[in-house]
């Protein structure tokens, strides 16, 4: 008998909890009768853009290897990295005791060979006015005539000389072809610069105000890429900061990493004033595509489509109802609503439980 009401005990006491654990554990109801979010028209800037990331680089001239074509020891060297020039700028010299003694004899050479034209000259005219007298024989004055002739050519030969003994003193003192930041020098006072095929570098010149970005764009996207398309980058220095350009080229010529193919596309963008960009930046590249401003746009989700058509879900009284719309651009999460809606009107986003009419 003990048993039979420990038994009827146990078995009460399941029923309970099977009755209290479908209480805890029933699912909620959702809230309405359709479970969809209501989302409104709104107006946003929409776009379809290609991201792609790339390095500054200076554009061509912008960075300039400054040597020297003559060899000789460095005497001074007037700039050290980091310093700002301006064109036409004495940035180095060499000894030029040398060069100045090959000059200085280009010189000399040059009165000598004057001094003998004015005496082939006058000598040539006295055999004129000889031979004219028939006073000498013909062989003697064709010889005066070609003393002339050569005493000429000599000096012409000598001026030549001196034009060039000049232009390579001239070398001895290096110029800045260009305004700009000297990034590296190659060479220090006392060392010997030798020019055979290659002129020696002495410093890098770079002008920071000539910089473009080079933006390596996936193969799969770079047929969508036009020059004249607006793009925009952000660098790690200025991560709150937004740069603006322009496509100015697409590289023909692909990159190839890590099997990964990619092209160059370059964009020009006018260098901030308040603020310093250098090469070898990494940039974060978006380029527009297409792009509208304040538009009215919804979510993806709201809008839905049927064969050719999209349309979207509203409430009618206690009913949902097809709307037909008319769209334009999309971008990853919205689309531009052309026709068939208004701002603020509000529309049915995700599945439905009940069937539309």
Not at 97 to 123: I, P
Not at 197 to 221: G, H, I, K, M, N
Not at 293 to 319: D, K, T, W
């Amino acid at each position: 008998m003990k048993k039979i009401v420990i038994a009827c005990i146990v078995v009460g006491a399941i029923a309970a909890a099977l009755a209290v654990g479908k209480r805890v554990w029933s699912p909620p109801r959702t809230s309405g009768s359709d479970g969809a979010e209501v989302v409104r028209v709104t107006r946003r800037s929409l776009g379809t853009e290609v991201k792609a990331t790339g390095v500054i680089k200076p554009k061509t001239g912008a960075q300039v290897n400054v040597g020297s074509t003559v060899s000789g020891v460095v005497s001074h060297l007037h700039v050290r990295i980091g310093d700002t020039v301006d064109k036409g700028q004495l940035l180095a010299e060499l000894d030029s005791r040398e060069l100045t003694a090959r000059r200085d004899a280009a010189e000399a050479a040059v009165k000598l060979a004057e001094a003998n034209v004015a005496y082939s000259q006058t000598d040539f005219s006295r055999k004129i006015a000889l031979r004219t007298e028939h006073l000498i024989a013909r062989s003697e004055f064709d010889l005066a005539q070609q003393s002339n002739d050569v005493a000429q050519q000599q000096r012409n030969q000598a001026r030549a000389n001196l034009e060039e003994a000049s232009t390579q003193l001239g070398y001895a003192r290096i110029y800045a072809p260009i305004g700009g930041v000297v990034s590296a020098v190659s060479t220090e006072e006392g060392e010997t610069v030798a020019a055979s095929f290659a002129a020696p570098t002495f410093v890098t010149l770079l002008d920071l105000s000539r910089l473009e970005v080079w933006a390596y764009v996936d193969e799969t996207d770079i047929g969508r890429i036009r020059v004249g398309q607006k793009a925009r980058f952000t660098v790690d220095t200025y991560a709150e900061r937004e740069f603006t350009g322009r496509v100015t080229a697409v590289y023909p010529k692909p990159e190839v990493r890590d099997n990964v193919v990619d092209y160059i596309t370059v964009l020009s963008f006018q260098t901030p004033a308040d603020c310093i960009l250098r090469p070898e930046m990494t940039t974060a590249v978006t380029i527009d595509l297409k792009r509208r401003e304040n538009v009215l746009a919804l979510p993806v989700g709201a809008v839905h489509r049927e064969q050719q058509n999209r349309f979207v879900l509203i409430h009618s009284g206690n009913a949902i109802e097809r709307r037909p719309v008319t769209t334009g651009i999309r971008d990853e999460n919205y689309w531009e609503i052309l026709t068939g809606l208004h701002e603020g009107d509000e529309v049915l986003a995700g599945e439905t439980k009940q069937e539309a009419n």
